[in-house]
């Protein structure tokens, strides 16, 4: 199977596409994503599961937010987060294949 790329888009979205990259280029930020594939968590499980702290994480989940990869929700003191957009959910997918899978699967 032969990809076809169109240079000139490539080129116009290089950028942004770089930019996307490197906001997903720290260590805790993908554990973050790897974590949240599976769904909703609050701040204090994802620290844990993580071994950042709080403040540390909120940092990074400010990041992730900002740029629009995640949303959050609040339940009384509580806050959750999920994966907001599916680029980043098809990345670390993709991630999880290239890196996580058992071996033989890839």
Do not use: W
Not at 49 to 74: A, C, E, F, W, Y
Request: with cysteine.
């Amino acid at each position: 199977m032969e990809n076809t790329f169109d240079i000139l888009e490539l080129e116009k979205n290089a950028e942004a596409a770089s930019t996307y990259l490197r906001m997903l280029a720290n260590p805790s930020r993908l554990l973050v994503l790897c974590n949240l594939i599976e769904g909703e968590q609050s701040s204090g499980e994802l620290a844990r599961k993580i071994g950042i702290s709080h403040p540390n994480l909120s940092q990074h989940m400010s990041k992730l937010k900002s740029q629009g990869l995640v949303d959050t929700r609040r339940e009384e003191t509580t806050i959750y987060y999920r994966i907001k957009d599916v680029r980043a959910a098809q990345i670390i997918n993709v991630l999880h294949d290239l890196f996580c899978a058992a071996p033989g699967k890839n």
